[in-house]
């Protein structure tokens, strides 16, 4: 149901765009996670649906931003002056939870997408 793309190998400093597709609206919060190898898949941003609230970890906050597309049904992460600790898979995940407007747990989540790939470089 979820169809994350936009991933690739980009210098520090640089930028990319994640974009996570759905396929119908099911969700009521929608997050981007990240996972390195051998390290905990952590969440990276966070939004509702339906009203205009973000989430963010603080490792990321001010370099990156969440948005959607209510129309597309689509999220996006905008990721600007990208590390090379941001190296991971990320991933995008729906929530049917409407109580919060994110969900630090994976558990939380129903619906994940496949994963994308970013690698920065020194």
């Known amino acids: 149901q979820l169809q994350a793309s936009g991933g690739g190998l980009v210098q520090a400093g640089g930028s990319l765009r994640l974009s996570c597709e759905a396929s119908?609206?099911?969700?009521?919060?929608m997050g981007w996670f990240r996972q390195a190898p051998g390290e905990e898949r952590d969440l990276v941003a966070a939004?509702?649906?339906?009203?205009?609230?973000?989430y963010y970890a603080d490792f990321v906050k001010g370099r990156f931003t969440i948005s959607k597309d209510n129309a597309k049904y689509t999220v996006y992460l905008q990721m600007n002056s990208l590390k090379p600790d941001d190296t991971a898979v990320y991933y995008c995940?729906?929530?049917?939870?409407?109580?919060?407007?994110?969900?630090?747990?994976?558990?939380?989540?129903?619906?994940w997408g496949q994963g994308t790939q970013v690698t920065v470089s020194s």
């Open positions: 939004i509702r649906w339906t009203r205009d609230l973000t």
């Open positions: 119908e609206r099911t969700a009521y919060v």
């Open positions: 995940a729906g929530s049917q939870r409407s109580g919060d407007y994110y969900y630090t747990s994976r558990d939380r989540y129903d619906y």
